[in-house]
T-cell receptor, first 109, second 115 residues
Framework: GQNIDQPTEMTATEGAIVQINCTYQ??????LFWYQQHAGEAPTFLSY????GLEEKGRFSSFLSRSKGYSYLLLKELQMKDSASYLC??????????FGKGTMLLVSP | EPEVTQTPSHQVTQMGQEVILRCVPI?????FYWYRQILGQKVEFLVS????????KSEIFDDQFSVERPDGSNFTLKIRSTKLEDSAMYFC?????????????FGPGTRLLVL
C-alpha cells in the first residue's frame, strides 16, 4: 500500500522560516512533488525531487532522502499569502500521484 | 502562461443524473488525469489517459465513470448515475510526459454537488 504522512497544521510568523516534513512508504518511487493549495483552488506545483538532496527555487526549497523515505519543504521569508495547504505527493512508478492529506500552514503577522 | 481549464466551475445535480465535466489540457501535453477531492480530504487519483486510452485507474473509478477525448482539445469525465458520495471537487491535470518524469499541472476544478 501507499502511505504518506505529513503534519496536519503548522503556524508561523511573517518573515520566519518554516519546514514542513513528509514521510512516505510506497511500493515504488519515481519522484516526490510538493504542491500548494489555497482553499477552494487547484493544487499548484512548487517542487520536484527524484534524487537525494536539496532543490532550491527562490524562497522555497525541497529536500529528499530516499533511504529514509523522507522529504521536507522549506519556506523562507514567510509572507501572509503563503498561508495555504501544502501537499506532498509521490509518484510510485505508475502514471499517478498519491497525495498526503496536506499540511495547513497559517502565517500570522 | 498556458494553463488547464475546466468547465463548469460548479455543477449541482440530482442523484441518479448523468454529469459531464469538461477539461481543456495544456495544448502540447499528451497525458491527462482526473483527480477528486472530497471536502476536507486529500486529493485522490481517479484515472490517467494517454493515446486515446486509459493508462491506469483507481478503484474509485468504477463502471459509473468514463473518460473521453472527443476532439483534439477536450478531455471529459462522465459520471453516469451520480450518487451523493460523488459530491467533491474534480480536478483535471495534464503533463507533457508520463508523470514519473514530468510535472502534472492542475486545472481550477469543478465543484460537483449531488443532491
Amino acid at each position: 500500500g501507499q502511505n504518506i504522512d505529513q503534519p496536519t497544521e503548522m503556524t508561523a510568523t511573517e518573515g520566519a522560516i518554516v519546514q514542513i516534513n513528509c514521510t512516505y512508504q510506497t511500493s515504488g518511487f519515481n519522484g516526490l512533488f510538493w504542491y500548494q493549495q489555497h482553499a477552494g483552488e487547484a493544487p499548484t506545483f512548487l517542487s520536484y525531487n527524484v534524487l537525494d538532496g536539496l532543490e532550491e527555487k527562490g524562497r522555497f526549497s525541497s529536500f529528499l532522502s530516499r533511504s529514509k523515505g523522507y522529504s521536507y519543504l522549506l519556506l523562507k521569508e514567510l509572507q501572509m499569502k503563503d498561508s495555504a495547504s501544502y501537499l506532498c505527493a509521490v509518484n510510485s512508478g505508475y502514471s499517478t500521484l498519491t497525495f498526503g492529506k496536506g499540511t495547513m500552514l497559517l502565517v500570522s503577522p | 502562461e498556458p494553463e488547464v481549464t475546466q468547465t463548469p466551475s460548479h455543477q449541482v445535480t440530482q442523484m441518479g443524473q448523468e454529469v459531464i465535466l469538461r477539461c481543456v489540457p495544456i495544448s502540447n501535453h499528451l497525458y491527462f488525469y482526473w483527480y477528486r477531492q472530497i471536502l476536507g480530504q486529500k486529493v485522490e487519483f481517479l484515472v490517467s489517459f494517454y493515446n486515446n486510452e486509459i493508462s491506469e485507474k483507481s478503484e474509485i473509478f468504477d463502471d459509473q465513470f468514463s473518460v473521453e477525448r472527443p476532439d483534439g482539445s477536450n478531455f471529459t469525465l462522465k459520471i453516469r448515475s451520480t450518487k451523493l458520495e460523488d459530491s467533491a471537487m474534480y480536478f483535471c491535470a495534464s503533463s507533457s510526459r508520463d508523470s514519473n518524469q514530468e510535472t502534472q499541472y492542475f486545472g481550477p476544478g469543478t465543484r460537483l454537488l449531488v443532491l
